[in-house]
């Protein structure tokens, strides 16, 4: 079927989750995707925080949903169904945690190897579920920190693919453009969620910047099919320690440089932001902007989609919504304007951030008696 011919009443039908935009991904039709029942995440209205901010329509899109809890099952899906197609013998790739507990889940699934290089301090939870699905890791030291060594770790592992024909299973345009087109189907589900109306602002955490500039192209495909009238304005939102898309933005470059990492937030400490070109011209283009916030506005965002929102995110997974309190606090917002933000990951894959905004130690330990005696007092 050509593109153009593709209704919106086509796309009502067929299978679940990402496999609904099969036609738009990079697979043969033919192929039998490598899945889990990945997309098809809810888009869900804000309760609290939305009215708070004095804003109408905003809509949080839980991506934590997914099978590992993150976006990146995605890309996964994606690329290890190309894999088993192409027939390649396995994968190898970097990873600060969702995309290596991604691609282990679904390599798993395929039956070919992994193999991960990934961060000196990768958050626990996010590095031992990709070894329970069978990921063979390695930890480099100085990776996701110093610049030099996190692009020496890509272009070995480029090396390694191309001599070996291994999968490549860097998350970003600049070294996987086909499994990236998994990204799109956000942009196809937000759409479709809104009753097939463009928002008006799109908050994105960036790290890379491959979500945001992936999400952006997702958009311009549905309104050059003609699903949707317009554009978002797509948002990027950095932590302030690890800003080089907001850097470079701010000086109207389209180049991103080397950022020396100091922001504590598991997934978007990336010190070289391998598709900061394609971010910068997504903003750009989309009427957008680059915003930071400081990791302690993160961790607050956090907490309030919790209470909130009832919603439990990791704390890359709040930054757009930090983001956005910053954007509606300086007026940035239009209290009809419709507005999502990306909520990209679940809230057990960082537990050091959880552990830090509560207090178990609250929790009373009484025996059976006791708590008989309490509950009379509250009755
Ligand atoms: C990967 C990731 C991001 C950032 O994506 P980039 O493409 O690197 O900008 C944001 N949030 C979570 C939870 C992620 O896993």
Request: some cysteine; hydrophobic content about 40%; overall charge neutral.
């Amino acid at each position: 079927m050509s593109l153009a011919a593709v209704t919106r009443e086509d796309l009502q039908k067929g299978p679940h989750g990402i496999w609904r935009y099969h036609r738009f991904l990079p697979v043969p039709p033919d192929c039998a995707p490598v899945s889990l029942g990945e997309g098809e995440t809810p888009l869900v209205r804000s309760a609290h925080l939305g009215p708070d901010l004095g804003l109408r329509n905003l809509y949080f899109k839980l991506e934590g949903s997914n099978p590992t809890g993150s976006y990146k099952d995605r890309i996964a899906s994606v690329a290890l169904t190309r894999c088993r197609a192409q027939r390649k013998p396995a994968v190898i790739g970097t990873s600060s945690g969702n995309t290596g507990a991604a691609t282990a889940a679904y390599c798993s699934r395929a039956g070919v190897p992994y193999l991960l290089l990934t961060l000196e301090n990768v958050s626990e939870p996010k590095l031992i579920q990709s070894l329970m699905y069978g990921a063979r890791a390695i930890a480099v030291k100085g990776f996701g920190t110093d610049p030099q060594v996190s692009q020496a770790v890509f272009d070995m592992v480029q090396a390694v693919s191309r001599e070996r024909g291994w999968e490549l299973m860097i998350t970003a345009n600049a070294c996987n453009p086909e499994a990236m087109q998994g990204v799109k189907t956000i942009a196809y589900e937000i759409c479709q969620q809104l009753d097939w109306r463009a928002p008006g602002q799109v908050f994105v955490p960036v790290g890379a910047g491959g979500l945001l500039a992936s999400c952006w192209q997702g958009f311009r495909e549905c309104r050059n099919l003609g699903l949707v009238d317009g554009t978002p304005a797509m948002v990027s939102v950095q932590p302030e320690g690890c800003a080089h898309v907001a850097r470079a933005f701010a000086a109207g470059r389209r180049q991103t440089d080397p950022f020396a990492c100091t922001s504590l937030i598991s997934g978007l400490q990336v010190p070289n932001a391998l598709d900061g070109d394609l971010a910068l011209d997504a903003l750009y283009r989309s009427g957008g902007t680059a915003l930071t916030v400081a990791d302690a506005d993160i961790y607050e965002a956090q907490r309030r989609l919790a209470l909130q929102e009832g919603i439990f995110c990791e704390p890359a997974g709040a930054a757009a919504t930090a983001g956005l309190i910053r954007a509606a606090a300086e007026g940035r917002v239009h209290p009809d304007e419709t507005v999502v933000c990306l909520v990209t990951g679940i809230g057990f894959k960082d537990l050091d951030s959880v552990y830090a905004a509560v207090d178990t130690g609250l929790v009373p330990k009484l025996t059976l008696a006791d708590v008989r005696e309490k509950l009379k007092d509250l009755v």
